[in-house]
């Protein structure tokens, strides 16, 4: 190769790293400059409190679920807790984006008398009285993430929020208990003909106060949209819908003192 053609190639190189280097430089200089201003703004909360978790089922298949239980339905309401962390990202005076990440731990529990004589010949002939209450408790594990628009009235400390959330149900458990055992087993998630799907669409709404100091309370409501048993099985299995009512307490790690009239 001549000799002129070598220096045009290497000074082509040059230049093009040269401005390859620029580019990411800019790059890298936009992206600090939008995550400084983000970090700026960011409202962070640690948060904890109580939920209140409510399921309806109604079960054509339940053997899956509980063991010698014929079809059931009914609805159950149990005291739980939740803890999480916010995270806000103020628009203007009025309006913010509010996204969380909680882990909320929820439970169900159905009963129902059984005549074991239509249901396992074992207990005929045993002594065992054939009439018993069995119940099976379920108790479910969620990483939940909302994402709701906040709203707050000018020159106001209370606000308003709703939004779509996720749930990833991370861990299931059931305890099964009557007269004559008591079983714990865990449930499967996630997989092929699981029992309780991995995921989670909902909506909720919530509404609260923040004092002075950050400190805020804050109750509400969301509802899963769908059916909690995975579709492979709904059509054999039956249906399990649940909610959460919460109440919650938490404080502003910063916040705009300014704001906080």
């Known amino acids: 190769m001549p000799a002129h053609c070598r220096e045009t190639m290497v000074s082509y190189i040059c230049s093009s790293s040269r401005f390859t280097m620029k580019k990411r430089l800019l790059i890298f200089s936009i992206f600090l400059f939008l995550a400084t201003s983000l970090y700026a703004k960011i409202k962070i909360a640690p948060e904890a409190g109580f939920n209140f978790s409510l399921y309806t089922y109604n079960l054509t298949n339940p053997t899956y679920y509980a063991s010698h239980l014929p079809n059931s339905s009914g609805a159950t309401i149990y005291l739980n807790y939740r803890v999480g962390c916010n995270f806000e990202f103020p628009i203007n005076e009025k309006f913010s984006f509010q996204t969380a990440a909680n882990y909320v731990r929820s439970s169900w529990e159905m009963k129902r008398i059984v005549d074991y004589r239509f249901v396992d010949p074992y207990y005929l002939g045993n002594g065992i009285d054939p009439l018993d209450t069995p119940s099976i408790h379920v108790t479910m594990q969620t990483i939940e993430i909302p994402f709701l628009l906040m709203v707050r009235p000018i020159k106001s400390r209370w606000f308003i929020g709703f939004g779509p959330h996720l749930g990833i149900n991370i861990a299931a458990f059931q305890n099964y208990k009557d007269t004559h055992r008591t079983t714990d087993v865990s449930l499967n998630i996630g997989q092929d003909r699981s029992l309780i799907k991995r995921f989670d669409l909902g ?59």
């Open 203 to 261: 909506a909720g709404i919530v509404a609260g106060y923040e004092l002075k100091n950050g400190f805020y309370f804050k109750g509400g409501f969301n509802a899963a949209l769908g059916n909690l048993i995975p579709s492979s099985r709904a059509k054999d299995d039956g249906n399990i819908y649940h909610g959460n009512f919460f109440i919650t307490a938490g404080r502003w790690l910063r916040h705009n003192v300014s704001s906080s009239k």
